[in-house]
């Protein structure tokens, strides 16, 4: 065999990072809540799971083969993160064609129609959740058939959402004694939700890992937590403060879709900024939002909403929050 | 540790290949192609026809302006012919052919082994002798160097760093000369502070050397070396990037272009760069040769050789052993090197290592879209989204290209190495870059026109 020369320009290696092992990371650091779901809410979580992600996997295949008529994309395995993601969000007792219907708008509509993997300015999974949570908002919000029995059948978000105001105008708290949750049984998947928002500590590991990966950076997932925690404190303290100032924060980090949202679902790549700054800043929304619809919305969780909101700002954000360049930080001579 | 303040990658440094062998000094060819453009600037003018006898270090292309660089002949022989062959890329290049007989010097130069560290020239007059020798940066940059030590009017260097970083991976030429030719070094680092008038020199190491940076202290404590001090670096791709290094030294950042080093009052310089001018200025020597490292995983062996420019590449190659199959010749490194198409090209001054890198390594990925990851932005050195600039050039959106200042971008390569999505980002920022660049040009030289 003789010796060929080939030539390109520089550079002439790559760091071998790759789309396909930054999505089967994600897939891996959801694989803890999955299995504390599973094992919290019986074998259908799983069954769940599958049909998301198989309608996902297929209605990628077929739109991008027949509809658009390129080459498949399943092989990037996105289309299971999105499967994964949107079954997290979805209560355990769902009729399995509701999570078909939430596959094919997840897909269908939150994501090829803007040219697939990259171009999509919301997140498919929240897209198809929001559509399900219009479209059969029975079915999204019951609760009761899968729960664990120490639970009733309404998510605790939903029993503060009681809170009014007194006659001062302070929030008083609805239903719910704080001193009366048991943050362990939180912090490890003891309360009701959507499959996937259980686990805080599984999702938490699930952050690590990524982070360790360097698949998302802290920034986002600070931000919102963060943001959710301080606004709770200032609650808190309206409303007399004492333990609440850090009882509350903690429920509501704790409680509903915070953790598996700031973690997962707003660290979108397409759909999140690019720069540190705009991601403290797009963070930042998300909690504030969060915040304001659990606290004084119609729904009791408002995290879906909150994404899908900042997502619509992340271009903007973009626009305004470029790196510095290099050279004209205040270092520099003129 | 120190290091440059943004983006940045940590690539394999893949020294291990060729940091332990000595430099060995290369056999002289029996024929050298002498390139006339081997520098930043205007290509020199041939002063030797064919037919005429040379002696090694004699002159043969005489500097056109300031901004280019005197040639010598490396061997001594015949002119055989003064014409266009290919270089490494395979463009045709005015190339001067000398044939050897023997080795017979110019007799101005200095041979003799003794170190000789006294020096009392004005700095007018070491800048003469470097500009008389031909040197350039050595780094692989190929700048004149007596442009670079010409301070202009109204500006002050306050610092010289010496670039003793060698970010790029595999190369280890300027990791032996700074363990091996050590006090021709720091002497040549003495010569530029006396060249452009400061008190203190840095010559910055990545912390991958250790043994690099033991030695050169020890050198400087045992022989005296006043004002030079050597600072270990976080090691971090590009560090070696001019203005990534005076970031690292100075913690000061140089202006976007046309600013300059000496905007921040700094003068860098590579280490092997300090020896070439070391033997100008002491030994009347002229740039005739240089320390290249030969390596790669695939080689049968490696070296670092001290080889005489105008040797065929191939020859190189052949003493190493290129593997059979599929190969990418690359002069320079991974990072940054350009790769060689053609292997009887000669050896340039501004080559610092030839690596040979398989198929496999060297392999591109299938391109796939975007994915908005950022990683790109976050690896970028210089500040720049290189998204969007691969995106705009793309599109031949050139004025959007230039207001995201593409102009920027120093080629490291940084984007390319991180995308998960195979993008080719660089080649496509490169061509938006030269295009921007043009239209920048054509710009002023219209309002001058116009005045």
Redesign the interface.
């Known amino acids: ?15 071998g ?3 396909r ?2 999505m089967l990371d994600v897939i891996l650091a959801l694989m803890p809540a999955l299995a504390v779901s599973a094992y919290v809410m019986g074998w259908r979580v799983l069954f769940i799971t599958a049909v998301a992600v198989a309608g996902c996997v297929v209605f990628e295949y077929l739109i991008s083969r027949f509809l658009l008529k390129r080459g498949s994309t399943i092989g ?1 395995l ?1 289309a299971i993160v999105t499967g994964l993601l949107l079954a997290f969000n979805l209560p355990v007792g769902i009729p399995w064609w509701i999570v078909l219907i939430g596959a094919l708008i997840a897909i269908g509509v939150g994501k090829m129609t803007f ?5 999509n300015p919301f997140n498919p999974a929240l897209t198809g959740r929001i559509f399900l949570l219009i479209a059969y908002p029975v079915q999204m919000t019951d609760w009761t058939t899968h729960a664990p029995d120490a639970l009733s059948g309404s998510t605790m978000l939903a029993e503060v959402k009681g809170s009014t105001y007194d006659a001062a105008g302070n929030i008083v708290l609805g239903n719910m004694n704080l001193t009366n949750v048991n943050f362990m049984d939180m912090f490890s998947g003891y309360m009701n939700g959507s499959m996937g928002e259980i686990a805080a500590l599984a999702l938490i590991l699930g952050g690590l890992y990524l982070l360790w990966r360097r698949v998302i ?1 802290w920034h986002i997932p600070v931000a919102v937590l963060g943001t959710m925690a301080i606004f709770a404190v200032c609650v808190a303290l309206s409303i007399g403060g004492g333990e609440l100032c850090y009882q509350l924060p903690l429920f509501h980090i704790l409680a509903g879709g915070a953790l598996l949202g700031a973690i997962f679902m707003a660290t979108d ?2 759909t999140s ?3 540190h700054k705009g991601m403290l800043i797009y963070g930042v929304g998300i909690g504030l939002i969060t915040m304001i619809i659990r606290l004084w919305g119609a729904y009791p969780e408002g995290m879906s909403f909150a994404i899908f909101i900042m997502n619509a700002a992340t271009p903007l954000i973009n626009k305004y929050c ?8 205040q ?4 | 540790m120190r290091t440059f303040p943004i983006g940045g990658i940590h690539p394999h440094d893949n020294k291990e290949w060729s940091k332990d062998k000595a430099i060995e000094v290369l056999e002289l060819p029996d024929e050298a192609k002498i390139a006339m453009i081997q520098h930043i600037g205007a290509p020199s003018t041939p002063v030797v026809q064919k037919g005429d006898k040379v002696l090694t270090g004699q002159l043969i292309g005489q500097a056109v302006g300031f901004v280019s660089a005197n040639i010598h002949s490396p061997i001594s022989g015949t002119v055989t012919a003064v014409d266009a062959y290919p270089n490494g890329q395979g463009q045709r290049r005015m190339m001067v052919v000398i044939k050897r007989e023997g080795d017979e010097w110019v007799d101005t130069i200095d041979r003799t082994p003794e170190h000789k560290r006294e020096c009392t020239l004005t700095p007018q007059e070491i800048v003469a002798k470097i500009k008389d020798a031909g040197i350039v940066g050595l780094g692989g940059a190929q700048f004149p160097t007596h442009v670079k030590l010409s301070i202009p009017d109204g500006q002050k260097a306050e610092v010289v760093i010496i670039n003793g970083v060698e970010c790029e991976p595999y190369l280890t030429s300027d990791y032996r000369t700074m363990l091996e030719r050590t006090e021709m070094m720091l002497t040549g680092v003495e010569i530029v502070m006396r060249a452009v008038g400061v008190k203190r020199a840095v010559i910055g190491v990545e912390n991958n050397k250790p043994d690099a940076i033991a030695h050169i202290r020890e050198v400087i404590k045992r022989d005296n070396y006043v004002g030079i001090e050597v600072m270990p670096l976080k090691m971090r791709y590009p560090q070696g990037g001019e203005k990534q290094l005076i970031a690292a030294v100075t913690g000061r950042q140089v202006a976007p272009p046309p600013a300059l080093p000496i905007s921040v009052g700094a003068v860098v310089c590579n280490v092997s760069t300090a020896v070439a001018i070391y033997e100008a200025v002491q030994k009347n020597k002229p740039l005739i040769e240089r320390v290249v490292t030969v390596t790669g995983k695939h080689l049968k062996t490696t070296h670092n050789y001290l080889a005489r420019f105008g040797t065929p590449v191939s020859r190189l190659f052949e003493l190493a052993g290129i593997p059979e199959g599929d190969v990418k010749l690359l002069n320079g490194g991974p990072m940054m090197g350009r790769a060689v198409v053609d292997i009887t090209a000669p050896l340039i001054k501004g080559c610092s290592g030839l690596t040979v890198l398989s198929g496999k390594e060297a392999a591109r990925g299938k391109e796939l879209q975007c994915i908005k990851c950022g990683k790109c932005v976050e690896a970028c050195p210089m500040g720049l989204e290189p998204y969007i600039l691969s995106k705009l050039a793309k599109l031949q959106k050139w004025d959007m290209a230039e207001e995201h200042n593409t102009v920027d971008c120093i080629e490291c390569g940084c984007c390319s190495y991180t995308c998960p999505s195979y993008l080719p980002l660089l080649d496509y920022i490169r061509i938006g870059k030269q295009t921007v660049m043009t239209n920048i040009r054509a710009r002023a030289a219209a309002n001058n026109n116009k005045k």
């Open positions: 065999m003789a010796t060929r020369l080939f030539a390109a320009p520089s550079p002439h290696i790559h760091g990072e790759t789309t092992r930054i990037d996105s040219g697939g993997l990259g171009c950076s790549y397409s900024p690019m720069t470029r790196p510095k360049r290099f050279g004209t930080g270092t520099a001579k003129k």
